[in-house]
T-cell receptor, first 118, second 112 residues
Framework: GAVVSQHPSWVICKSGTSVKIECRSLDFQATTMFWYRQFPKQSLMLMATSNEGSKATYEQGVEKDKFLINHASLTLSTLTVTSAHPEDSSFYIC??????????????FGPGTRLTVL | QQQVKQSPQSLIVQKGGISIINCAYENTAFDYFPWYQQFPGKGPALLIAIRPDVSEKKEGRFTISFNKSAKQFSLHIMDSQPGDSATYFCAASIFGNEKLTFGTGTRLTIIP
């Protein structure tokens, strides 16, 4: 149980285009999902907290107009990188917090999406 | 005050040995301390977690030791195997806050 999926697993796009990444909790409901960014050999940096049915909360320094987050249902959150540029190339990882019958505060991570902007 | 300091940055251990990774925190409000294992190109996977009401938690070959007064916690991997070679992250959070603060990671390599 507690499986989180991401789609796509990798994407290559041209500079100036937009890319959408999906994050799904497959066997549990997640009222809260998180989006992280990870550069090679570095730790995870929280970008934003996504709450179902409300606006996402962005961390300081993260451009909300560039990284659009939508959490339309209890099992799906999407991150759209708008007008992507090479510096947006990174590994994007989502996580979901499982509140149903499990230990609270446990976050389960998706497999990540490798974004390369040419 | 939100930082979690992790050491060492990299660690090489012989197969069968004990791998030890340490983390220290400053924020005394932290009350949930998970460890994550990450393989290259994959997302982190929850390994084991502890709350401050216990000083040790063991799951199979993995043990967390927690020292509340020193604000330190560590991961011990007994009988380390080549399959344990990965990057390990400690983290901390405050109950109800939801956000995880991650350590900087330790790249563990188990050699035959």
């Amino acid at each position: 149980g507690a499986v989180v999926s991401q789609h796509p697993s990798w994407v290559i796009c041209k500079s100036g285009t937009s890319v959408k990444i999906e994050c799904r909790s497959l066997d549990f409901q997640a009222t809260t999902m998180f989006w992280y960014r990870q550069f090679p050999k570095q730790s995870l940096m929280l970008m934003a907290t996504s709450n179902e049915g409300s606006k996402a909360t962005y961390e300081q320094g993260v451009e909300k107009d560039k990284f659009l987050i939508n959490h339309a249902s209890l099992t799906l959150s999407t991150l759209t990188v708008t007008s992507a540029h090479p510096e947006d190339s990174s590994f994007y990882i989502c996580s979901a917090r499982d509140l149903q019958g499990r230990a609270t505060d446990t976050q389960y991570f998706g497999p990540g999406t490798r974004l390369t902007v040419l | 005050q939100q930082q979690v300091k992790q050491s060492p940055q990299s660690l090489i251990v012989q197969k069968g040995g004990i791998s030890i990774i340490n983390c220290a925190y400053e924020n005394t409000a932290f009350d949930y301390f998970p460890w994550y294992q990450q393989f290259p190109g994959k997302g982190p996977a929850l390994l084991i977690a502890i709350r401050p009401d216990v000083s040790e938690k063991k799951e199979g070959r993995f043990t967390i030791s927690f020292n509340k007064s020193a604000k330190q916690f560590s991961l011990h991997i007994m009988d380390s195997q080549p399959g344990d070679s990965a990057t390990y992250f400690c983290a901390a959070s405050i109950f109800g806050n939801e956000k995880l603060t991650f350590g900087t990671g330790t790249r563990l390599t188990i050699i035959p």
